[in-house]
């Protein structure tokens, strides 16, 4: 990792004539970074070790803090079936949500990345996901999925409840997050397809072998820092996934789609129990910081950038 | 020849995609002209028996729709300029300096990502609370200024960018600020463009926050407009869907825009140049 | 250049804090009211989480009390549905910036009193010997502990039965005649099962949302007790009772006969789902609130004829009636005398026959005021809506010793039963394993409810 991170960009040697300018350049890089860190300290930082702590306490209905109890949360959850439930659902989820949006994603991109005349309407329609938020698109296809109104059955002559379904809740969720995902994938990996020369894309008619061989070894290479952050912010939200959730299952049917993020909610604002709801915040946080750690290790390996 | 024949197949490709896409928009479009029992049948139909109004009506009558529309834009405008610049800003410092503690910061903003949004937003409010941000645009949009996302993304950027544009630079006498400014930014319009329609879109697309910090009707964003459509007992699809077709199009609306002068705006190569 | 740029990001944030001056200069106006020779204008917030058609409706009926007088200005703002309305009263506490008066469900009615935030509107009954006998006891019961009324009851609502007149006549069943018990729901069931020639049902005979108020209210038809001491009235519940004295059990017992059968249609946990199928006519019956039926009936326009019946009893030798639903208002302590008197004066008004009135016509909901019925705006209505008789009869029906149980975690304990209650229609658990494992669940929370909240 910090390979990547000091990537080429040496330190510029500049002659004992310029030493004023060279303090100021030392310091250029904390005071452009102190606008985010002043904002993510109270905002993200404060509330987070608020949370830690709050994880090793006893909390009443309100949230106050009543007495310290060490771990006995964390034992708590980890005992718990329903705890362990999460974590497996959350799992199964951010498997299955990720890896189709990026390919749809990547496959739209391909396809609207053409000098061709009429294109722009495409590119519209299939960013469109993104103008739509989690709460709307999750009434929609609420409707959609209803199982006597909803179209969904009406056009595939099946009488499935898609959200009712122990067997089909998962999926039907994890199928409007992927939805919700295919515009902004869409839209930034086009942004990185902006980078790989005219040349190399139009250099053979539609030509499926030679195409493919182009699209794995050339094209996707070079759009590999994209792809990366894709896959990244994916993941990270496949485990935030919160909206949806909510509105479409309520974490049912018998906690098929407890996500652990929802789960953290349940607990914290329904239950009113904010001691255990940290302790799940916590170590959600944790699985997330691991993930994140894989990813960038594999980040040296496969990532490449000019 | 081969050329114009693969170029419509590809169009056509893509229209039906698109279409795909965005067939649930038009549904629930279409939805919206329905009457109450037209929705509520069965087998569910495609199109209204003609063009009720109705629901539209409701939904204007019901919630002060264009105040939250304002609400949702002001805010939404002012957290992604704010998250363009702190994001710019962040992501400069990590592509194109060596310092010391740098790999430390950068994982510990990275790490802001992972922090689940529900367990710190009550702290959040608190803190608003107490700084008398409640009730005002102020509280919307402070925490949201700046986004690891956003610095994330530029600096995976940045990072493309060859380090002799920067070395030029300093030997021409620019400070490291004007490189940003006047070189880098410019040059990185498609991804700045990008970011900055996520960042408004998301931003509109809030609901737990706003819901949260404020109760003055005028003060409110789209989001919780929709579910003021919603009600506990009783349910109005035509009501809803119709409320959700209005904050729509202005989404929509911008995503053109957008997409037209920032991301298109820029013709391949000109970093290879 | 950079100075530049914060300067104006300040700018932009101080002009933005400028424009919403107007509201906050609101909040300060809140006059301190000095006891003795002037009035001064009383300002008030109420929270509620009324959406949609009822949202209009309320709206209606404040600014009908800001325009009666001169010294109180009520602000009424909608906080989300009923659960995030109570999550942000919750957090509201913690800073003191919460409403004055405060509309909350029936199952927050112990964390409510229990919170030690609020003013029993019995304080204010003592002490203007207000006659609470034009408000419907039944209503009354609910929300009075300890024979103190706590809130003032709003809108409530009951279950009730809906069903197909016509898919009744179709079936060759009389269609004045709906189910009484649910061995009668079960035999009309299966006459009312109608299938497509693929074998495809298009019509269930009944379907029951996997709601847990409707579980609550068979144990009150049998007249038996959700949780101990007194059903969490004499004092703070410490276990459920649901399964173990029975009620539960043969509840699940016919609620599993029932789907298993195959006439059943099972639409999940959501009410609205099961009502869209019943208005789409793919189900010929099914369980609902009273709130519902305006709605209903206009969704259905002219497809069918809807009717109405009691709740089924679960056995035929059940005497117990129903309790009530929906919501209540609350006085919230918010240390100011003025304000407390107020938001009384704002809680008389709500519960008046008049208003009381326009209320039930335009939703679902009971009135409240007894008087309201010899109004003409609900006389009409019930002339209009046949429909609704039902649910007065119900109500009136039963006594008011038929009243839900109090928990201070109500909603963990109605999320354990559905959750077992869903596992155990698809076959996954018995239905005294369902009740034992739900049973696990509450009993704990309440364990660490009553440890944390003294």
Known sequence: MSEIISAKKEEINLDPKETRISVKRKLEPYAFLLPSLLLFGLFVYYPFFKTLYMSFSLTNAHGEFQEFIGIQ????????????????????FVVITTIPSVVIGLVLALLANNKIKGIGI???????????SSASASIIWGIIFHPSIGMLNNILKTSIGWLIDPHWALLSVAFVTIWMNVGVNFIFILAGLKN??????????????R????????????????LFFMVFMDIMNAFQSFGQVNILTNGGPGNSTNVLVFSIYREAFFNGRFDTASAQSIILFIIMFVIAIFQFSYEKKGVHYS | MENKKSNIMLLIANLVVGLLIISPILYALSVT???????????PKFLPKNFFLGNYKDVIAAVPIFRFIFNSFLVATVVTIGQIITSCLSAYAFAFYEFKGKKILFIIMIATIMVPGEAIIISNYLTISSLNLLDTYTGLILPYLTSAMGIFMMRQYFLTVPIELSEASIIDGCTGLQFLTKILMPISKPIIGSLGIYMFLLTWNQYMWPLLITSKPEMRTVQIGISMLKSAEVQSFGMMLAGIIIIIIPSIFIFIIGQKQLIDGMTSGSVKG | MKKRLVSTLLAVMVSASMLSGCGSATKQASSKTVTGAKAEHVNITFWHGMGGNLGVSLNKLVKDFNDSQK????????????DAALNKLKSSQLSNSGPDVMQCYDIGTRYMIDSKAIVPVQNFIDKEKYNISILEPNLLAYYTVDKKLNSMPFNSSTPILYYNKTAFKAAGLDPNTPPKTLTEVETMAKKLLKKDVSGKVTQYGYAMPIYAWFFEQFMIKQGKDYANNGNGRTEAATTVEYNKNGGGLTLLNEWKKLVDSGNVGNFGRKTEDTQNSFMAGNTAMYLDSTASLSSVLTG?????????GFLPKVNSIDKGGVSIGGASLWIMDKKDEAKQQASWEFLKFMVSAKEQAYWNANTGYFPVNKQAYNLKEVKDNLVKYPQFQTAIDQLHASSPASKGALLGVFP??????ETNIESMLGGKQTPQEALDNAAKIANSAIEKYNKTNK
């Open chain 2, 33 to 43: 002209f329905m009457t109450t029992d037209q929705i509520h049948t069965m087998p």
């Open chain 1, 211 to 226: 195409y493919f061989r182009k699209l794995f070894k050339i094209i996707i290479p070079m759009i590999s820092p994209t």
């Open chain 3, 71 to 82: 010294n109180i200005t009520v602000t009424a703002q909608f906080q989300g549905d009923y």
């Open chain 1, 73 to 92: 949360n964390y034992v708590e959850i980890f005992t718990s079936t329903d705890f362990i439930n999460s974590l497996v659902v959350t799992m199964q």
């Open chain 1, 122 to 132: 495409s590119k519209v329609m299939f960013a469109v996901p993104i103008a739509v």
């Open chain 1, 196 to 209: 790989v020369p005219r040349e190399i894309l139009e250099s053979s008619s539609i030509d499926g072998a």
């Open chain 3, 300 to 308: 259905v326009d002219k497809k069918f004829e809807v009717g109405t």
């Open chain 3, 412 to 417: 963990e304990a109605r999320a354990a039963t």
